[in-house]
């Protein structure tokens, strides 16, 4: 089962595959959920940040390494691996076709999702740890999304984009490397689904933003976080 450097090796791209879905895709899909509490209010997400927060640590950092963590890590550097070796020939004539244009996009988002997630992960998770919630709080957001000139705020919301992207071509790519749809019919059907699908979780994961630059803090993210202790 050893991997070769520079040889791709029938099980760990399996692992690979499963690793998108289970657990990083159904990550994602809670994850925009519980940021769409922002829609709610300030205090709606706040409430959900200070439930994370009152789990044990040893509990949540198990959580996060052990279950998010590793397979996140292990699927984006596999990713880069198998990126670097796909023969991505979609700029020849010879071989525009949908499916080459949609297989091409799958690379280039995992890439971008590689570097944007390190951004992410560092200011949310990594600030909260390092320097207190006060990073991560409902008011911190506002700021952060509604200053820079929108910077941020747009940028996020390519984030989005481009991960709803990846996941949902994802889901149609592992169902047929699963066996899951076999027949043009069902690969049809599934194709289907992952559009809507697509659309389904940018809306999430953009009225998550929306939510976030409407409604305004109650109280800043310091008083928030005092009121917690
Ligand atoms: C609407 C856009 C998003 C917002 C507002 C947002 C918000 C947050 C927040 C508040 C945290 C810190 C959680 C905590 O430490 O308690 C976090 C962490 C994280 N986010 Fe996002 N996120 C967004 C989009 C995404 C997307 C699209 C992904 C892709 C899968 C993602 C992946 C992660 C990961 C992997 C972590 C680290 C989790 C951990 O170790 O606890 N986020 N995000
Ligand atoms: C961290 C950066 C990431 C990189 C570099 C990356 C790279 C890749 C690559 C290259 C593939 C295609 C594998 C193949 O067809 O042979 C892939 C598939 C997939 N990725 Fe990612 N990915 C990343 C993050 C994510 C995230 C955040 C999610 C979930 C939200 C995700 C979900 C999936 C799924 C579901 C598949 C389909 C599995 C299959 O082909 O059977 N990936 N990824």
């Not at 990126?83 to 949609?102: G, H, L, S, V, W």
């Not at 390092?130 to 952060?144: D, R």
């Not at 994961?205 to 305004?216: E, M, S, T």
Request: glycine share 8%.
């Amino acid at each position: 089962m050893a991997m070769a450097i520079g040889r791709e090796s029938f099980f760990w791209h399996k692992l690979h595959s499963l690793s998108g879905i289970i657990p990083t895709g159904f990550y994602m899909l809670q994850h925009l959920t519980l940021n769409s509490f922002s829609i709610a209010g300030s205090e709606k997400f706040n409430g959900v940040i200070g439930f994370f927060a009152s789990i044990p640590t040893h509990v949540l950092l198990a959580l996060e390494i052990g279950v998010l963590g590793v397979p996140i890590l292990f699927h984006g550097v596999y990713g880069l691996f198998i990126t670097q070796r796909a023969d991505i020939n979609y700029t020849n004539p010879k071989y525009r076709f949908d499916r080459n244009r949609m297989f091409m996009l799958q690379r280039w988002s995992g890439v971008a999702l590689f570097l944007l997630l390190i951004a992410h992960v560092t200011t949310t998770t990594v600030a909260a740890k390092t320097s207190g919630h006060t990073a991560i709080e409902f008011a911190a957001w506002h700021e952060k999304l509604t200053g820079h000139g929108y910077l941020i705020l747009l940028l996020y919301a390519i984030g989005v984009l481009v991960a709803s992207y990846h996941l949902a071509y994802g889901i149609w790519n592992f169902c047929i490397r699963w066996g899951i749809a076999i027949s043009e019919v069902s690969q049809r059907r599934v194709q289907a689904f992952a559009f809507w699908f697509f659309i389904f979780v940018t809306l999430l994961g953009w009225g998550a933003l929306a939510g976030f630059v409407v409604n305004k803090p109650t109280l800043s993210a310091t008083e928030v976080v005092a009121m917690r202790l």
